[in-house]
């Protein structure tokens, strides 16, 4: 039944994003990328996911710089009768360009972004520690939500990668 399917898939004009593996132009692409400093505890939990996921260190001239600006916020709800908050939300939004390093032009200007709610407990303890583990989980969220976009532009836009 699948061997029956290949030339349909093969008409519709779908493409593997990430074919020939690691040696394939959007590999090579993104291992062109450096990633910016990006400020904070924040900044640097989802630049570590950043770098952890593009695999490769650029090289010495890197083609791509990848700027990135954060926005981190808790924000309570779920409020009793007596003004204490029983949920929280965190979200991190992040505003990343990648810019061609050559030329200084905005290749990319997007922005990626993740929720997740916190139970409230008595124990403070556990609310940092659920806190920081929300902040953990988000940043590798976004870091995996900005190297998808950077692969789709590397692929669309066709530029085969510098030695």
Same mark, same amino acid.
């Given at each position: 039944?699948?061997?029956?399917?290949? =030339?349909?898939?093969?008409?519709?004009?779908?493409?593997?994003?990430?074919?020939?593996?690691?040696?394939?132009?959007?590999?090579?692409?993104?291992?062109?990328?450096?990633?910016? #400093?990006?400020?904070?505890?924040?900044?640097?939990?989802?630049?570590?996911?950043?770098?952890?996921?593009?695999?490769?260190? =650029?090289? #010495?001239? =890197?083609?791509?710089?990848?700027?990135?600006?954060?926005?981190?916020?808790?924000?309570?709800?779920?409020?009793?009768? /007596?003004?204490?908050?029983?949920?929280?939300?965190?979200?991190?939004?992040?505003?990343?360009?990648?810019? /061609?390093?050559?030329?200084?032009?905005?290749?990319? /200007?997007?922005?990626?972004?993740?929720?997740?709610?916190? /139970?409230?407990?008595?124990?403070?303890?556990?609310?940092?520690? #659920?806190?920081?583990?929300?902040?953990?989980?988000?940043?590798?969220?976004?870091?995996?939500?900005?190297?998808?976009?950077?692969?789709?532009?590397?692929?669309?836009?066709?530029? =085969?990668?510098?030695?």
């Amino acid at each position: 039944m699948l061997l029956a399917c290949m =030339p349909i898939l093969g008409g519709c004009g779908l493409h593997p994003l990430y074919a020939g593996g690691g040696s394939g132009p959007v590999a090579k692409g993104l291992g062109q990328v450096e990633v910016g #400093a990006i400020g904070g505890k924040n900044g640097w939990l989802v630049r570590t996911a950043l770098l952890d996921r593009l695999g490769v260190a =650029p090289k #010495a001239s =890197p083609r791509y710089r990848l700027e990135v600006e954060l926005n981190d916020q808790i924000l309570g709800f779920g409020v009793q009768q /007596d003004n204490t908050v029983t949920r929280e939300r965190r979200t991190l939004r992040a505003r990343y360009k990648l810019v /061609d390093a050559a030329a200084g032009t905005v290749l990319v /200007d997007a922005t990626a972004g993740s929720d997740a709610g916190i /139970d409230v407990v008595t124990s403070e303890y556990a609310v940092i520690a #659920a806190e920081q583990t929300a902040l953990e989980r988000l940043s590798g969220e976004v870091a995996d939500q900005i190297i998808a976009r950077l692969a789709l532009y590397i692929q669309r836009s066709g530029a =085969p990668p510098q030695p």
